[in-house]
């Protein structure tokens, strides 16, 4: 019998390629939306170490310079927070983009997959046919016997 050969094997090959850059893109924008979120946590921190200082300073007393220079600032680490908060929104969109396209690199491979095991199936089914069919060929080929002499043999011993 010849052996088993996947007709679509390339395209089973090209699947799973295709599912596992989607799996690593997917990784890098999880990883990328990680870090955009340490990014706004870390602006927020920052930021409310600033307005807390403010308010020290306020209540202990403050120059107007230096009370303007302190809300220069916050108003620039606000700013930074604003980015921070849009790249994470991006990072968020992309990781949900990159989800979509391997969940359908999967689910081509799947199919792929499925097709395969069909595939396998029938091959051993045929396999097994065909196992069967030299079985019954060799009984049947089988010579009865001739010679009735090992009955003879037999009937001597039991007698």
């Not at 916050?74 to 968020?92: F, I, M, R, S, Y």
């Not at 081509?108 to 199936?121: I, N, S």
Request: aromatic share 8%.
């Amino acid at each position: 019998m010849k052996p088993f050969k996947f007709t679509l094997q390339a395209v089973r090959i090209l699947r799973e390629r295709e599912e596992q850059a989607a799996l690593e893109e997917y990784a890098n924008a999880v990883r990328a939306r990680q870090l955009a979120f340490q990014q706004v946590e870390n602006a927020r921190f920052e930021l409310q170490e600033k307005w807390t200082e403010l308010n020290l300073k306020l209540q202990n007393g403050v120059t107007a310079g230096e009370l303007s220079q302190l809300h220069i600032f916050c108003k620039a680490l606000q700013n930074k927070l604003a980015d921070a908060e849009e790249c994470l929104k991006k990072a968020k969109a992309h990781a949900h983009l990159c989800w979509k396209k391997l969940m359908t690199a999967r689910q081509k491979r799947e199919t792929v997959d499925k097709y395969f095991k069909k595939q396998l199936l029938k091959y051993q089914k045929e396999c097994f046919r065909d196992e069967q069919k030299l079985i019954d060929e060799l009984s049947i080929r089988r010579s009865p016997i001739k010679d009735n002499s090992l009955l003879k043999f037999d009937l001597n011993l039991n007698g």
